[in-house]
């Protein structure tokens, strides 16, 4: 439980000004002047980097676990991989994840 | 917006963003539930549980200010982790300015509210395949996409903190967040230097966890970055 001396709306208003701040840096501050290609070229692969390096430890070590591999989230994380690369399509690779999950956890349970 | 667009034009790209967008509802629902059920629970009201979800909407943050609340950290530091946590969106921002940045300035403030992982990787992809289109197509694709995501974020985290543990565990909300993640950016994968991104991410993100404050996402994703550019720099014939 948290204590009641914690001051949760100072935290909640440093979050909501800090968070919107961070993500308006550049869309505000830069608007329309050109990046170089350097930068451009960098920027590129954000989505390819920070997702997989978000998710990877999210699947090896699920926090629902405690911690440790479990073979019905790993096998459905490399479902969706698998489904997502070879049909180039965010839906089926979702469907293969849930599939993956309710008839492992379905039978496991 | 450098030539003036049909308004048949515009409505179209805000159907594409809603159309787009709308397999998310399925994802950021449960993962808004799980919120609402771990904050209530931490001891969090109603108001503070909805205030966090409407204010700061980034689910791996507001999770991490509840944990550290309930570890007794001292304020300071839930602040810096849970912020440092949404630091990636800094990238977002930086990588979605090339097509959003001449946008109005009330668009761009609002663009960044509504940023999240869905919003960018989402649109990030759209705009990279389709860089000809306007800026005022973009920016309607992009709140297409975000405009039935976040009610749905407000939503399931109310859903959530109401029903508390009510919830059972064998639902694993929990195994839906990676699942939704990886359907993001799996068909992302379309050339070798953005495969060796990933496998440079991956690898790097496994292997420096145990960096305090998220740091180890942070290196992982410059140096995924910095070898995808790499290779496209010296191999542009591969990107194509």
Redesign the interface.
Known sequence: MISPDMPVWLVIAALAIGTFLIRFSFLGLIGDRPLPDWVLRHLRYTAVTVIPALVAPLLVWPAATGGTLDPVRLTAGLAALATGYLLRSTIWAILAGITVIAIGLGFAG | MTQPQKPTDQTAAIWRGLRDGA?FQ??VTPFAIVFGVVASE???DLL?VM??SI????G???LT??QL??D?AP?FM??FA??AV?????????????H???AR?WQ??L???M?T?HA??LS??TF?KEADRPTAWKVRYYFGVMVQILPMWYLGTYVGAVLGNAIP??F?L????????????????RTV???A??F???V???SL?WLPWSL??IV??????????EI??RKPELIA
């Open positions: 397999p399925l994802i931490a001891g969090l503070e205030a966090l204010l700061v909407i980034a791996a943050s507001q200010a509840v609340m309930i007794q304020v839930v602040v849970s912020l949404n630091m990636r969106m800094a990238m977002y921002s930086a990588a979605l300015t090339p959003l940045g001449s300035l761009r403030a663009a960044a509210y940023m992982d960018y990787a990030a992809i990279e565990p064998s694993a929990d195994a839906m967040v990676p699942v939704a993640f990886i359907a993001i950016f799996a068909p992302a994968l230097a953005h495969i991104a990933a440079v991410a991956i790097l993100a496994l966890a180890g996402l992982a994703a410059f140096a995924g970055m910095i070898v995808g550019a496209e720099r």
